[in-house]
């Protein structure tokens, strides 16, 4: 199934997130296979309106950073000793940096360092507040 941590694990291209439905009514749905899914915007028929959901700004969030021609990268993640962090990095060759994204979706702060391949030796090293999206765009090497 796909989820926003498949998403954050999985993201190779510029959207490659397993088939995500961005539209859907307000009873979640249809999509291509015809079953109930949640999506980034919900629609209410009824009364012309439309709500966007979490997903749409978690979505936004890596548009603005992961640019056509990023190519995902390998990190080393140390100090991670809580299964709530989820990382992934992008080198950006056109824009000269690599794009370090970490999710903490434990509710509670978690430290962690990083050390990202490509890079010109800079460690990110921080504590992440609980139930945050943050990305960090270092120099490539």
């Given at each position: 199934?796909?989820?926003?941590?498949s998403?954050?694990?999985?993201?190779?291209?510029?959207?490659?997130?397993?088939?995500?439905?961005?539209?859907?009514?307000?009873q979640?749905?249809?999509?291509?296979?015809?079953?109930?899914?949640?999506?980034?915007?919900?629609?209410?028929?009824?009364?012309?309106?439309?709500f966007?959901?979490?997903m749409?700004?978690?979505?936004?969030?890596f548009?603005?950073?992961l640019?056509?021609?990023?190519?995902?990268?390998?990190?080393?993640?140390?100090?991670?000793?809580?299964?709530d962090?989820?990382?992934?990095?992008?080198?950006?060759?056109?824009?000269?940096r690599?794009?370090?994204?970490?999710?903490?979706?434990?509710?509670?702060?978690?430290?962690?360092?990083?050390?990202?391949?490509g890079?010109?030796?800079?460690?990110v090293?921080?504590?992440?507040a609980?139930?945050?999206?943050?990305?960090?765009?270092?120099?490539?090497?």
């Open positions: 199934p796909c989820s926003f941590f998403v954050l694990e999985g993201v190779s291209f510029w959207f490659d997130v397993c088939s995500v439905v961005f539209v859907v009514w307000l979640g749905g249809p999509n291509w296979a015809n079953n109930v899914v949640d999506a980034a915007i919900l629609v209410d028929m009824n009364n012309t309106q439309f966007k959901n979490p749409f700004y978690t979505l936004g969030h548009a603005k950073f640019r056509p021609g990023t190519q995902r990268i390998s990190k080393t993640v140390q100090g991670v000793a809580h299964e962090l989820y990382t992934t990095a992008f080198a950006d060759e056109a824009n000269g690599i794009v370090f994204t970490i999710l903490n979706a434990g509710d509670g702060p978690q430290s962690f360092e990083v050390n990202v391949a890079t010109d030796g800079t460690r090293a921080e504590t992440l609980g139930n945050t999206l943050r990305t960090y765009l270092l120099p490539l090497a």
